[in-house]
């Protein structure tokens, strides 16, 4: 059974920093991607970043580059979204995501995913 789990969620002043962490189990396949995902209230899900297992190719939406950076450990178990002077526009829900095809592009249609952790960005 896969699961993402993610965690480091919170509450941060505008121009401030957080680190979430997605914990992976059940998939050893070499090649998969994870990505991140965002879901603001009352708008749709929006890719953020992704990262491939096999070769570290990384991908960012427009509005976070050169503010956010996605990066795995040396198990490739666990993968990580740095987040840098964030913006209340960076407030929402951020889901952790696993494509087995190892491609890192935001728009495919990625199978498994976690339950979520909350990100708001106010003063």
């Known amino acids: 059974q896969v699961q993402l789990v993610e965690s480091g969620g919170g509450l941060v002043e505008p121009g401030g920093s957080l680190r979430l962490s997605c914990t992976v189990s059940?998939?050893?396949?070499?090649?998969?991607?994870l990505a991140w995902f965002r879901q603001a209230p009352g708008k749709e899900r929006e890719g953020v970043s992704c990262?491939?297992?096999?070769?570290?190719?990384?991908s960012h939406a427009h509005s976070v580059q050169g503010r956010f950076t996605i990066s795995l450990n040396n198990a490739k178990d666990t993968v990580y979204l740095q987040m840098n002077s964030l913006r209340p526009e960076d407030t929402a829900v951020y889901y952790c995501a696993l494509d087995p095809s190892g491609i890192c592009i935001l728009n495919r249609p990625y199978q498994y995913w976690g339950q979520g952790t909350q990100v708001t960005v106010s003063s």
């Open positions: 059940g998939f050893t396949s070499y090649y998969a991607t």
């Open positions: 990262i491939s297992r096999s070769d570290g190719d990384t």
